[in-house]
């Protein structure tokens, strides 16, 4: 099973022929700026369609913080997203309050487990909305 850096190699070297099906559910990179070194990192992350925008969230499993990823895009929402051999700019944001109840139930279809990270913490889990910027 890949993951982690491997997954993110093998993702990019065949154009996501490798790596974007993974666990009965689909998986975009996110390369976000370090919002303290300013290096670029790339993520493998669960993704859902909704509309023109991809849906991902910040779970880390149910950690009591969030992932650096995350707080990496809230201090520079300019990213890069790679779904299959497209890559593409996008703007990241949270998900307001209104828009996050549907948004989870999207997610929480496409990996059942968040429900259960939600559970395991204290914090509100992130729905992060990644807007193409086309």
């Known amino acids: 099973m890949l993951f ?9 070297e065949t154009d996501g022929a490798e790596g974007h099906e993974w666990n009965n559910t689909t998986v975009l990179l996110l390369t976000t700026k370090g919002r ?18 991809y849906l991902v ?6 950690a009591p913080d969030h992932p ?6 809230v201090a520079h929402p300019d990213v890069e997203v ?10 990241a944001r949270t998900a307001t309050d209104d828009e996050k109840p549907e948004m989870w139930r999207v997610m929480a ?25 086309r």
């Open 68 to 73: 650096d990823w995350y707080k990496n895009l």
């Open 4 to 12: 982690g850096k491997e997954h993110v190699r093998r993702y990019q």
């Open 109 to 133: 279809r496409a990996w059942p487990d968040y429900d259960t990270y939600q559970q395991k913490t204290d914090r509100q889990i992130p729905v992060v909305v990644l807007e193409p910027s």
């Open 36 to 53: 303290n070194s300013g290096k670029a990192y790339t993520t493998p992350l669960i993704y859902q369609r909704h509309g023109d925008d």
């Open 57 to 62: 969230v910040a779970s880390y499993g149910g």
């Open 82 to 91: 790679q779904v299959k051999g497209d890559r593409f700019k996008a703007r």
